[in-house]
């Protein structure tokens, strides 16, 4: 007599099953092979095919954790740097006081005011000019600042000429500190004297200020951001002979 565990079994019996399938008994050849994806504890199955487009997924998502895992070890070098740049730009603000100083900063920049000895000069004005005019006007005697600090060179259509000016208006051995975005996200700008031309490397900024003796330039993460790393150059104007110092020297 049958128990009743076997009675259930039999009932609706559909016939023999097939063999179960080893490990190694599966081929990826196999048009219509099973594959499972994990979520957690759960494996859902599906039955669509081993394909190309598969193996293609799986290439992209390899790629992305090796760029993830990249971005993580060049990260751990941005903590010293960053700390340089602080330092650098703290020794920078502090040489600059009881000194006649020129701050360039567009107006939607919202940098901090440095000190009363710090003149500021809107860049939105001098952008609009220039774009006019073909080149960058300050209207400002030459050799008659200390220290220059600009921000947002890279919204500046004529940063050649700009660069130029700094060098005219800073004094012999005047110091020139320079930060701006090397990474993040790009929208087109609302207002045409917000467009942003260009982003520089640090050896981008080098060339740009190659006419300067250079003090330190590199990379560092803004603080509460660690996805959009800026380039700085701090340089120095050299300390060239001016023409009433040379005829001193005869």
Known sequence: ???VCEENE?????????????????????AHEV?????????????SPLGLDSFGAVHRGLAAVQDVIEYFKFRSRFRDTTEEFRCLLRHFVDKGANRRCLRLVF?????????????????DGVEREAREAGRVTLSLDDNSFDAVFCIGIGRVSRPDSLV????????RSGEVWVHTPLCGPYAPPSQPHHAEYMRYTPDGLR?????????????????????????????????ELSPDSADLTH
């Open 207 to 239: 060339i740009l200020f190659e006419s300067f003796d250079e003090i330190f330039a590199s990379i560092y993460l803004p603080e509460g951001n660690s996805l959009r790393p800026c380039s700085f150059f701090y340089g120095l104007k050299p300390a």
């Open 1 to 3: 007599m049958a128990t």
């Open 164 to 171: 130029a000016e700094v060098r005219r208006v800073l004094r």
């Open 35 to 47: 594959t499972a994806t994990v979520y957690g504890s759960e494996i859902i199955a599906d039955s």
């Open 107 to 123: 107006d939607d920049d919202r940098q901090p005011e440095i000190g009363s000895n710090w003149l500021t000069l809107s860049l």
């Open 10 to 30: 039999h009932e609706g019996d559909p016939g023999p099953r097939p063999p179960r399938r080893g490990r190694g008994d599966r081929s990826i050849g196999d």
